[in-house]
């Protein structure tokens, strides 16, 4: 049986939360009263298993379009069917740009997925596997437009990941970072915060998200 409150909420969430009952059952009732935007963004592919609430995910596209930066390097791409898909997906519409994505996984299962399930958007997206933000220097040219901080739940690595781009933000780069109230942002909340070249503008919290932030280099 559905337990109905515990449904409701993963419908914020996104459709690989759902158990096979819940699948049924939003495929017959409620797929029909989202939009097609809301679709995309609560099932992205439905090939690829994938993390994040909806509302997240649609954060995380909606300040590439918005912004239309050259690149965003991203920390922590799992099996790439969350940020990563959505991440690529804004560079695609757009016709331009590329997300540089980082992961330990040596067996880069992520790459595999998008040459089975997504091709299309493999001119969007370069896998880079290891674990030091060092290793995106041959893909930085002069600055940085974009990055989003999703790594493991340790305050010290988001912090030192940041301290890696630093010297390389300009007026305009953009930061997005995923749960930002937890142990993940502990360190680097406060930077950012108290640092009057950054600017928040976009900063969504439970029940539509776990935490999610968007703030820009002003000066």
Same mark, same amino acid.
């Given at each position: 049986?559905?337990?109905?409150?515990?449904?409701?909420?993963?419908?914020?969430?996104?459709?690989?939360?759902?158990?096979? $009952? #819940? *699948?049924?059952?939003?495929?017959?009732?409620?797929?029909?009263?989202?939009?097609?935007? $809301?679709?995309? =963004?609560? #099932?992205?592919?439905?090939?690829?298993? @994938?993390? !994040?609430?909806?509302?997240?995910?649609?954060?995380?596209?909606?300040?590439?379009?918005?912004?239309?930066?050259?690149?965003?390097?991203?920390? @922590?791409?799992?099996? @790439?069917?969350?940020?990563?898909? %959505?991440?690529?997906?804004?560079?695609? $519409?757009?016709?331009?740009?590329?997300?540089?994505?980082?992961?330990?996984?040596?067996?880069?299962?992520?790459? *595999?997925?998008?040459? !089975?399930?997504?091709?299309?958007?493999?001119? %969007?997206?370069? %896998?880079?596997?290891?674990?030091?933000?060092?290793?995106?220097?041959? =893909?930085?040219?002069?600055?940085?437009?974009?990055? %989003?901080?999703?790594?493991?739940?340790? @305050? *010290?690595?988001?912090?030192?990941?940041?301290?890696?781009?630093?010297? =390389?933000?300009?007026?305009?780069?953009?930061?997005?970072?995923?749960?930002?109230?937890?142990?993940? !942002?502990?360190?680097?909340?406060?930077?950012?915060?108290?640092?009057?070249?950054? $600017?928040?503008?976009?900063? !969504?919290?439970?029940?539509?998200?776990?935490?999610?932030?968007?703030?820009? *280099?002003?000066?």
């Amino acid at each position: 049986m559905i337990d109905h409150q515990r449904y409701s909420e993963r419908l914020l969430h996104n459709f690989h939360e759902l158990d096979l $009952e #819940e *699948r049924l059952l939003y495929n017959r009732k409620d797929r029909i009263r989202f939009t097609d935007k $809301e679709q995309f =963004f609560f #099932e992205g592919c439905l090939d690829i298993p @994938g993390q !994040m609430y909806r509302a997240d995910r649609r954060g995380l596209y909606d300040a590439i379009i918005k912004y239309e930066p050259r690149h965003c390097f991203e920390i @922590g791409t799992g099996s @790439g069917g969350g940020s990563t898909f %959505f991440l690529a997906s804004a560079f695609a $519409e757009l016709g331009q740009g590329k997300i540089y994505t980082l992961e330990i996984d040596k067996s880069n299962t992520a790459l *595999r997925n998008y040459q !089975m399930f997504l091709p299309n958007l493999l001119p %969007f997206v370069e %896998f880079v596997i290891g674990d030091s933000p060092s290793l995106f220097l041959p =893909f930085i040219e002069d600055s940085v437009d974009c990055i %989003f901080l999703d790594g493991a739940e340790d @305050g *010290r690595q988001t912090l030192e990941q940041y301290e890696f781009f630093k010297s =390389f933000f300009k007026s305009g780069s953009v930061i997005m970072a995923h749960d930002w109230n937890s142990e993940k !942002m502990r360190l680097l909340k406060p930077v950012l915060e108290n640092d009057p070249g950054w $600017e928040i503008e976009v900063e !969504m919290d439970q029940p539509e998200s776990v935490g999610f932030i968007v703030v820009r *280099r002003i000066r």
